[in-house]
T-cell receptor, first 114, second 111 residues
Framework: GAVVSQHPSRVICKSGTSVKIECRSL??????MFWYRQFPKKSLMLMAT?????????EQGVEKDKFLINHASLTLSTLTVTSAHPEDSSFYIC??????????FGEGSWLTVV | KQEVTQIPAALSVPEGENLVLNCSFT??????LQWFRQDPGKGLTSLLL?????REQTSGRLNASLDKSSGRSTLYIAASQPGDSATYLC??????????FGKGITLSVRP
């Protein structure tokens, strides 16, 4: 079946540095990918919708300059957390939509900023 | 704005018990509803997906039902096992394929 690969699954970075998380659709083309973030003891919240070849659409309250999303190809979207701070530590997960409008989730990435 | 509620936030049951996890949503205009499992420090695992036109889905010891008109879904776990201990998330898919998640129910099955 279709698989969405997310990498890295875990990352620790120093405060002030940037970290990139990749989301790849392995056996289908995804014109649209979604990025979610999970806060402790809260729901997964949609951060942005990533469309191939165009700028991402960010949800209200999400800083687009801090969370850079690039969807350069039909199988890859990246989320870059710039100038990371400890409060950015979280679980980030992506999902990808295929041509049949089925959504597949990556396994998520745990980010710890120290 | 869609809101998904899962109550209680945590549940502890003895092994072998049949249990029901509840999920409610405010906007019945959904395309589908999914139940996920999340283990501590791990990613999401999709358990069951119910299309808006369906009433239920079954997989092994799991059965999920959907009553779209009343905005409710239940996940039934039969003969619970310690390995079922995890957080169970409910999510509905609305317009533009955006998912809205509940906060999850943390289940603990005691041996």
């Amino acid at each position: 079946g279709a698989v969405v690969s997310q990498h890295p699954s875990r990352v620790i970075c120093k405060s002030g540095t940037s970290v990139k998380i990749e989301c790849r659709s392995l056996d289908f083309q995804a014109t649209t990918m979604f990025w979610y973030r999970q806060f402790p003891k809260k729901s997964l919240m949609l951060m942005a919708t990533s469309n191939e070849g165009s700028k991402a659409t960010y949800e209200q309250g999400v800083e687009k300059d801090k969370f850079l999303i690039n969807h350069a190809s039909l199988t890859l979207s990246t989320l870059t957390v710039t100038s990371a701070h400890p409060e950015d530590s979280s679980f980030y997960i992506c999902s990808a939509r295929n041509s049949g409008n089925t959504i597949y989730f990556g396994e998520g990435s745990w980010l710890t900023v120290v | 704005k869609q809101e998904v509620t899962q109550i209680p936030a945590a549940l502890s049951v003895p092994e072998g018990e049949n249990l029901v996890l509840n999920c409610s949503f405010t906007d019945s205009a959904i395309y589908n509803l999914q139940w996920f499992r999340q283990d501590p420090g791990k990613g999401l695992t999709s358990l069951l997906l119910i299309q808006s036109s369906q009433r239920e889905q079954t997989s092994g010891r799991l059965n999920a039902s959907l009553d779209k008109s009343s905005g409710r879904s239940t996940l039934y776990i039969a003969a619970s096992q310690p390995g079922d201990s995890a957080t169970y998330l409910c999510a509905v898919t609305g317009a533009n394929s955006k998912l809205t998640f509940g906060k999850g129910i943390t289940l603990s099955v005691r041996p």
